[in-house]
């Protein structure tokens, strides 16, 4: 069985910046992002490191999601995080990618399954991808990811770092 998943913004973001894109890829064996999302990165500039990700990895598909779920907009969410939403709650078993406290929260009350930014680096470095998490996470927060102490400290304490 084919594993799918749908990703926000914020990840591409943070994982482009690091040069860490490939790490979608972990979520599933195909990984789509709405065209909703595409529109929001795109609106930094065709120099931005986001933008040229996108349009560099061609293994990402973008999909259109054209009707909100009213169970999902009722959260009153971004956009993005919507059409992720929508799209995972349409397409059982699709994994979706998201960062934002109140998406997941939402993800989790239709049970749609997760993966975060941090997910994705602890997965990499489970797989050897990477030596260390610990340096990649502050980059990751460098570059905005939101990640308490006490967060980042019991996430690698789960892979031994």
């Known amino acids: 069985m084919v594993k799918q998943a749908i990703v926000n913004s914020s990840p591409i973001i943070f994982l482009s910046k690091a040069g860490l894109m490939n790490l979608l890829k972990l979520a599933g064996d195909e990984v789509f992002v709405p065209d909703a999302v595409v529109q929001e990165i795109n609106q930094r500039g065709a120099n931005d490191v986001s933008v040229r990700a996108i ?28 059409a992720v939403l929508t799209h995972a709650l349409h397409h059982a078993g699709m994994f979706a990618v998201i960062d934002d406290g109140l998406g997941r ?12 930014t941090l997910g994705l680096v602890l997965k990499a470095k489970r797989l050897g991808m990477i030596a260390e998490a610990r340096p990649v996470l502050h980059q990751l927060r460098k570059y905005g990811m939101y990640l308490k102490d006490t ?9 031994g770092e």
């Open 105 to 116: 929260k939402c993800a989790e009350t239709f049970d749609i399954p997760l993966y975060g």
């Open 151 to 159: 967060t980042l400290e019991q996430a690698l304490a789960l892979i």
């Open 55 to 82: 349009a560099a990895a061609e293994w990402l598909q973008v999909v259109d999601v054209p009707t909100p779920d009213p169970l999902i907009q009722a959260w009153d969410l971004g956009k993005g995080e919507t």
